[in-house]
């Protein structure tokens, strides 16, 4: 979503155009709170339809241009490590270049202190914090890498049928790629609603509460990163890393082009990232998920497909609903964890 001064279309120019727009905005500029809305905008819609044509780009870059072929065009069709290996290494290269570099703009780069004042949450994380972050979030690409890896070898092998040629069907290809964002964001609340607990402590039920226990065991390694950064985007137990990932199998049962998975997959990354960098405009943080670091039992989606809005789990921050939320949480966090956070 278009943050306050942020065009619509910068997404693409990302991040030439919040680097520019930072360096060129006065030091005094005052800043707005930051605001969370239930649902997107005809503006925000543009902004994220952008944003996705940005991963399709790159997924195309990734095929065409780095791979000399591609391992879903024929060098799959057998488990070599001669063709696994630079899908992994282009993943983790990836990861630092964007996470990586994106962090040290805002949190260590010469304009760090101009920047301070568009941090969401004042407070800073410690770089104990950012350096597990970055740890977990390379082991997260490795998972979207494997699930890559296995998605080449079906097609190359012929067990999936696939598109070869975007230009059979330009036109589903094309709404398919704009709209990657869209498609994915119900796999993702599905994903991470599950991961939270189903029923109130205490509650009577018939069921066992999976999503205390994989909250627990699981998701809980994502909310240790509660003041959230680039790098905590993928901070993710392995188990909760490829269920992310695997939004991108969504497209596969409809034989589309490599090119679409990959972007998904892209687009689950780098939306994680950036979203998660902690500052408004010219940072890029969600300010909507920034609220569930917070509050936890709130924000679990987006807002391109307002599920929050249709289920009554959305909270602004202000709302009294917000304020029962925070007296509800439990303990996700030790104390030892949060003095590292300090």
Same mark, same amino acid.
């Given at each position: 979503?278009?943050?306050? +001064?942020?065009?619509?279309?910068?997404?693409?120019?990302?991040?030439?155009?919040?680097?520019?727009?930072?360096?060129?905005?006065?030091?005094?500029?005052?800043?707005?709170?930051?605001?969370?809305?239930?649902?997107?905008?005809?503006?925000?819609?543009?902004?994220?339809?952008?944003?996705?044509?940005?991963?399709?780009?790159?997924?195309?870059?990734?095929?065409?241009?780095?791979?000399?072929?591609?391992?879903?065009?024929?060098?799959?069709?057998?488990?070599?490590?001669?063709?696994?290996?630079?899908?992994?290494?282009?993943?983790?290269?990836?990861?630092?270049?964007?996470? +990586?570099?994106?962090?040290?703009?805002?949190?260590?780069?010469?304009?760090?202190?101009?920047?301070?004042?568009?941090?969401?949450?004042?407070?800073?994380?410690?770089?104990?914090?950012?350096?597990?972050?970055?740890?977990?979030?390379?082991?997260?690409?490795?998972?979207?890498?494997?699930?890559?890896?296995?998605?080449?070898?079906?097609?190359?092998? +012929?067990?999936?049928?696939?598109?070869?040629?975007?230009?059979?069907?330009?036109?589903?290809?094309?709404?398919?790629?704009?709209?990657?964002?869209?498609?994915?964001?119900?796999?993702?609340?599905?994903?991470?609603?599950?991961?939270?607990?189903?029923?109130?402590?205490?509650?009577?039920?018939?069921?066992?509460?999976?999503?205390?226990?994989?909250?627990?065991?699981?998701?809980?390694?994502?909310?240790?990163?509660?003041?959230?950064?680039?790098?905590?985007?993928?901070?993710?137990?392995?188990?909760?890393?490829?269920?992310?990932?695997?939004?991108?199998?969504?497209?596969?049962?409809?034989?589309?082009?490599?090119?679409?998975?990959?972007?998904?997959?892209?687009?689950?990354?780098?939306?994680?990232?950036?979203?998660?960098?902690?500052?408004?405009?010219?940072?890029?943080?969600?300010?909507?998920?920034?609220?569930?670091?917070?509050?936890?039992?709130?924000?679990?989606?987006?807002?391109?497909?307002?599920?929050?809005?249709?289920?009554?789990?959305?909270?602004?921050?202000?709302?009294?609903?917000?304020?029962?939320?925070?007296?509800?949480?439990?303990?996700?966090?030790?104390?030892?964890?949060?003095?590292?956070?300090?």
């Amino acid at each position: 979503m278009a943050g306050a +001064g942020q065009p619509w279309f910068m997404p693409l120019t990302f991040p030439v155009g919040h680097v520019s727009s930072a360096i060129m905005k006065p030091h005094d500029e005052k800043v707005a709170a930051p605001s969370a809305a239930a649902d997107l905008n005809l503006i925000g819609h543009a902004t994220s339809v952008v944003a996705a044509t940005r991963s399709f780009a790159m997924a195309l870059l990734c095929i065409f241009v780095i791979s000399e072929e591609y391992p879903a065009f024929g060098p799959a069709a057998k488990f070599e490590f001669s063709w696994m290996w630079p899908l992994l290494a282009r993943n983790i290269l990836g990861t630092w270049l964007i996470a +990586g570099l994106w962090d040290w703009f805002l949190y260590f780069g010469p304009l760090k202190d101009k920047l301070s004042k568009y941090k969401i949450n004042p407070k800073y994380p410690s770089n104990a914090q950012i350096r597990h972050d970055a740890f977990v979030t390379t082991f997260a690409s490795v998972c979207g890498t494997a699930l890559e890896i296995g998605m080449c070898h079906l097609w190359a092998s +012929g067990k999936i049928p696939y598109q070869r040629d975007m230009m059979e069907t330009p036109l589903s290809n094309l709404i398919w790629a704009v709209t990657v964002t869209h498609w994915r964001i119900p796999h993702f609340w599905a994903i991470h609603r599950g991961m939270h607990p189903w029923f109130e402590k205490g509650a009577q039920r018939r069921l066992p509460d999976v999503g205390r226990f994989l909250y627990k065991h699981v998701h809980s390694l994502h909310h240790k990163s509660y003041n959230p950064t680039a790098f905590a985007g993928t901070n993710m137990h392995p188990v909760e890393a490829t269920g992310y990932y695997a939004a991108a199998l969504i497209c596969v049962p409809f034989g589309c082009h490599p090119a679409i998975f990959l972007a998904c997959v892209i687009d689950c990354a780098v939306g994680a990232w950036l979203g998660h960098d902690g500052f408004q405009w010219p940072g890029s943080g969600d300010y909507f998920h920034q609220l569930h670091h917070a509050y936890f039992e709130c924000n679990y989606g987006a807002m391109h497909i307002p599920i929050d809005k249709w289920l009554g789990t959305f909270a602004t921050g202000k709302s009294k609903k917000a304020a029962r939320m925070e007296e509800k949480i439990e303990v996700h966090i030790s104390a030892e964890d949060e003095k590292k956070g300090n």
